[in-house]
């Protein structure tokens, strides 16, 4: 053997793909995600270390990802630190599924790029570092625009804090952009720290979240051959958490305050949430956290939210089911409004309908 071959290691491509819509139990993949139609979730799925221990040591897994879109970067960390309580002796046996890593982002086109690391980490001198960092993460509870530097600097504090030891080691690292050019489409990415040219993709299959290997998904034994890490690119239509969004809890209010009014006779309450409209239609459509369709859709809802307590109002109605119509077993009354309770109406959204026309 050439001395020199002492010195010499081949590369290798790691593999890194998408995994076919067929290949997917379950479905809900393939599907495009529009710009201004549609927000873009991405989730680690699943993600698993080959190997968990060495002589006496225990590892875990942990991902880091990095999300970058329109300008904005977002952080996070994805492992054992979910809980509020752990110890050094179990985190190698702590499942992490189906974690948020960015999003809910409204997609309106350009580049949308992932940089994220798989790392094996040694449970008995890590676990510190990661339990404080997830830990101050959570205490935040939620992130308006004036905490993301907050907690960008939690986040790296404490990564920096797990990714300074010298027994961290990273086993799969992924730096994907999805660009323009190619549209955007709903799916699930596998990466697994070996050569591509050992994988059979015909053979990989996820069913219930799950990377399996087999000649079919029924018949399917779980992958445990390599490190890998699963990541979903979601596609959902609506935010469930539009009222917690900058400025709607004060729009709430000032119909409130209209709607309660009892010196106001039905009709003039009408007037007044009438001028008060555009306001609220302005500030859907330019906040930064909602699609355009979707901005049009809570207007929708919440056009005939009001209508209906308007219509209560005027029939002198002193109260009214929690999802107007539906078999709410309590009643309020509809001079209180509430943004969270507001029920989604079907049919199509008319953001440009006037005001007018709906009360």
């Known amino acids: 053997m050439n001395i020199l071959d002492l010195f010499r290691t081949a590369g290798d491509h790691l593999l890194w793909t998408r995994?076919?819509?067929?290949?997917?139990?379950?479905?809900?993949?393939?599907?495009?995600?529009?710009?201004?139609?549609?927000?873009?979730?991405?989730?680690l799925t699943e993600m698993f270390l080959g190997r968990s221990r060495t002589l006496w040591r225990k590892f875990y897994p942990v991902v880091h990802a990095f999300t970058t879109y329109a300008g904005a970067e977002e952080h996070s960390v994805a492992g054992p630190g979910q809980l509020q309580s752990v110890t050094?002796?179990?985190?190698?046996?702590?499942?992490?599924?189906n974690f948020?890593?960015?999003?809910?982002?409204?997609?309106?086109g350009g580049d949308l790029s992932v940089l994220a690391g798989l790392y094996s980490v040694p449970g008995d001198d890590a676990a510190q570092a990661l339990v404080?960092?997830?830990?101050a993460i959570a205490g935040l509870a939620v992130f308006p625009a004036s905490q993301v530097g907050q907690v960008t600097q939690v986040v790296k504090a404490g990564v920096d804090g797990i990714l300074r030891l010298g027994t961290t080691k990273l086993q799969l690292g992924v730096n994907d952009t999805f660009i323009a050019s190619n549209p955007l489409r709903s799916g699930f990415y596998v990466g697994i720290g070996a050569p591509a040219t050992q994988i059979d993709l015909g053979r990989l299959w996820l069913r219930e979240g799950r990377l399996v290997t087999g000649t079919d998904p029924i018949a399917s034994r779980a992958f445990i051959d390599h490190d890998y890490m699963v990541i979903q690119l979601e596609r959902c239509e609506r935010i469930p958490n539009w009222p917690s969004l900058p400025g709607m809890s004060d729009l709430q209010q000032r119909f409130n305050n209209v709607l309660a009014d009892d010196l106001l006779t039905p009709q003039e309450k009408r007037d007044r949430l009438g001028r008060l409209w555009p306001g609220f239609?302005?500030?859907?459509?330019?906040?930064?956290?909602?699609?355009?369709?979707?901005?049009?859709s809570i207007e929708n809802d919440v056009a005939h939210d009001l209508a209906a307590r308007?219509?209560?109002?005027?029939?002198?109605?002193?109260?009214?089911?929690?999802?107007?119509?539906?078999d709410s077993s309590f009643e309020r009354s509809?001079?209180?409004m509430d943004f969270a309770e507001v029920p989604q109406y079907e049919g199509p959204a008319d953001p440009g309908m006037l005001p007018a026309d709906l009360f």
């Open 334 to 336: 509809p001079a209180v």
């Open 100 to 108: 948020r890593l960015a999003g809910p982002m409204p997609f309106r």
């Open 281 to 296: 239609r302005e500030a859907l459509q330019q906040s930064p956290y909602l699609t355009r369709h979707d901005a049009g």
């Open 132 to 135: 404080q960092a997830v830990g």
């Open 310 to 326: 308007l219509a209560a109002l005027e029939t002198g109605s002193p109260f009214e089911t929690k999802a107007w119509g539906s």
């Open 88 to 97: 050094d002796a179990s985190l190698d046996r702590v499942i992490t599924l």
């Open 19 to 43: 995994l076919a819509d067929d290949h997917v139990i379950g479905g809900g993949t393939g599907v495009a995600i529009e710009p201004d139609q549609a927000y873009v979730v991405l989730r």
